[in-house]
């Protein structure tokens, strides 16, 4: 069935340092890759999202990378600060009209001063 | 508030009772998610509608779980002969298009714990 996996679980980054999260995915039908982020006890919330004629997005300090071909998907963050510390969640859209998301299992970002 | 709201935003449960949440999307969207959240992982998809039509429904949803949008506004979500391992965070999410291709906005989720 669709799947899609999220490299690494967690990730302890210096404040100013850049900070990488990588996805793969299995649905070759896929076309729409959004990246959520969740704040502890909060809902997630899209950060940055790519569909699937582009092969980068970028947004200030947020960038997104698709290869198609492999079939995997990247979160970079530049810069990073302590409000970027959170779980990010890497998705894929996957089924009939690609209306279902399948999500990863999320990487917790942790930023030090 | 015009984003998505749930209702209740706790519920415990004794098991084997039944439970039922409420999801308002954002008045203007035609798609409404549902999706399921445990402890370090991910939202799981659940089911979802286009307007009132429930269009896809996990595969890993059972029999117990049903769900609903009769005028193609608000939903419900039930669970019957609630067991331990339902307890998660439940959240609804809408979205406007007609394309995949298009922003999910999340409501605050209903964390249901069966005792």
């Known amino acids: 069935g669709e799947n899609v996996e999220q490299h690494p679980s967690t990730l302890s980054v210096q404040e100013g340092d850049s900070a990488v999260i990588k996805c793969t995915y299995s649905?070759?039908?896929?076309?729409?890759f959004p990246w959520y982020k969740q704040e502890l006890g909060k809902r997630p919330q899209l950060i940055i999202d790519i569909r699937s004629n582009v092969g980068e997005k970028k947004d200030q300090r947020i960038a997104v990378t698709l290869n198609k071909t492999a079939k995997h998907f990247s979160l970079h963050i530049t810069e990073t600060q302590p409000e970027d510390s959170a779980v990010y969640f890497c998705a894929a859209n996957s089924g009939r009209g690609g209306f279902k998301t399948i999500f990863g299992a999320g990487t917790r970002l942790f930023v030090k001063a | 508030d015009t984003g998505v709201s749930q209702d209740p935003r706790h519920k415990i449960t004794k098991r084997g009772q039944n439970v039922t949440f409420r999801c308002d999307p954002i008045?203007?969207?035609?798609?409404l998610y549902w999706y399921r959240q445990t402890l370090g992982q991910g939202p799981e998809f659940l089911t979802y509608f286009q307007n009132e039509a429930q269009l896809e429904k996990s595969r890993l949803l059972s029999d117990r779980f049903s769900a609903e949008r009769p005028k193609g506004s608000f939903s419900t979500l039930e669970i019957q002969r609630t067991e331990q391992g339902d307890s998660a965070m439940y959240l609804c999410?809408?979205?406007?298009?007609?394309?995949?291709?298009?922003?999910?906005?999340f409501g605050p989720g209903t964390r249901l714990t069966v005792t």
């Open positions: 999410a809408s979205s406007l298009g007609t394309s995949g291709i298009n922003e999910q906005y």
């Open positions: 008045s203007e969207h035609n798609r």
């Open positions: 649905d070759s039908a896929s076309n729409y």
